[in-house]
């Protein structure tokens, strides 16, 4: 079972002549990134795995038979992330008042999800009851505090938070869940805030437009 992995995808060709009855299976979670090695070893690929319809269209329109595709949607604990009360004790200890609207982002720091163009939105948002928290870890940690600090918001406005143990609690406190991202597969986040009852905005990349309905 190969999940993303260019050491494997280098040696599927060596292990299938060593071992002719090994079935190799490949996740791909979008159409980009390890798609490229997933079409050069098309032919030692058994069944591909995917989340969405967009990577199964993607596949089949390079030429993949449709039985050797799979789509197997992913979801999420809906007791779990049952609708709740927002988490008061962290709102308080962020210093955020009950009347704020609070728009967050929960995600890696990485440029699939654009976290610098959430902190671009927050720039150019108008309203002044507006509050942004960002959730999350990741390399582009020093470019999203750069641009955080060229934005000069004013005190309170934006909260980068970072890695927290439980990232439930802060979706919950969410008024709306922003996912801007560049492309992406389907993302947990944005079942998760659903299932709380969180409203989401989003980019219209991968099965972001079967998730979310608009209006």
Request: charged share 25%; proline share 5%.
């Amino acid at each position: 079972w190969l999940i993303g992995s260019a050491f494997v995808y280098d040696i599927l060709p060596e292990l299938k002549e060593s071992r002719p009855h090994l079935r190799v299976v490949d996740l791909l979670f979008n159409t980009v990134g390890h798609t490229e090695n997933n079409r050069k070893h098309a032919e030692i690929i058994d069944l591909h795995l995917v989340e969405n319809q967009e990577v199964r269209d993607w596949l089949l329109a390079r030429g993949e038979q449709a039985g050797r595709v799979k789509v197997i949607e992913s979801g999420v604990d809906l007791e779990r992330h049952a609708p709740r009360d927002k988490a008061h004790d962290i709102l308080s200890a962020l210093n955020i008042s009950d009347g704020a609207f609070i728009v967050g982002f929960s995600g890696r720091w990485s440029e699939e999800k654009d976290p610098l163009g959430f902190v671009e939105i927050a720039r150019l948002t108008q309203a002044t009851n507006v509050v942004f928290l960002m959730t999350g870890t990741g390399h582009m940690r020093e470019r999203i505090e750069a641009a955080i600090a060229e934005a000069c918001f004013p005190e309170g406005r934006f909260h980068l938070v970072g890695p927290v143990p439980e990232v439930a609690p802060y979706i919950a406190s969410y008024d709306l869940l922003c996912l801007n991202s560049l492309f992406d597969g389907r993302p947990v986040v944005v079942l998760e805030a659903l299932s709380m009852g969180v409203p989401v905005v989003a980019s219209s990349v991968g099965a972001l437009p079967e998730l979310v309905e608009d209006g």
